[in-house]
Nanobody, 123 residues
């Protein structure tokens, strides 16, 4: 049974930093593209970043480019999202997702999802 478990969310003031983690089990982690999505209240879930199988390539939404960094540790079956210079508009539930195919930015392209972790940024 595949499980993705996010952690590291919390409340922070604007300009602060948080580091999210997503621990995966039940799958061959290094065979999956990993991604982070987020969903703000009243909005649709949106793509944040993805990283390829060995971490050689990553891609970001324009809204987070230069502030967020996705990384992975295949020895630990874990993907991370370092979030710096946080803004109020980054407030959302953050989800990690796994895809067995090529990297993508669409929700339907991902096979497995975590339960999400709340990030709240205050002014």
């Amino acid at each position: 049974q595949v499980q993705l478990v996010e952690s590291g969310g919390g409340s922070v003031q604007a300009g602060g930093s948080l580091r999210l983690s997503c621990a995966a089990s039940g799958l061959t982690f290094s065979s999956y593209v990993m991604a982070w999505f987020r969903q703000a209240p009243g909005k649709e879930r949106e793509f944040v970043a993805h990283i390829t199988w060995r971490g050689g390539s990553s891609y970001y939404a324009d809204s987070v480019k230069g502030r967020f960094t996705i990384s992975r540790d295949n020895a630990k079956n874990t993907v991370y999202l370092q979030m710096n210079s946080l803004k109020v508009e980054d407030t959302a539930v953050y989800y990690c997702a796994a895809r067995s195919g090529l990297p993508g930015t669409r929700i339907y392209e991902y096979d497995y999802w975590g339960q999400g972790t709340q990030v709240t940024v205050s002014s």
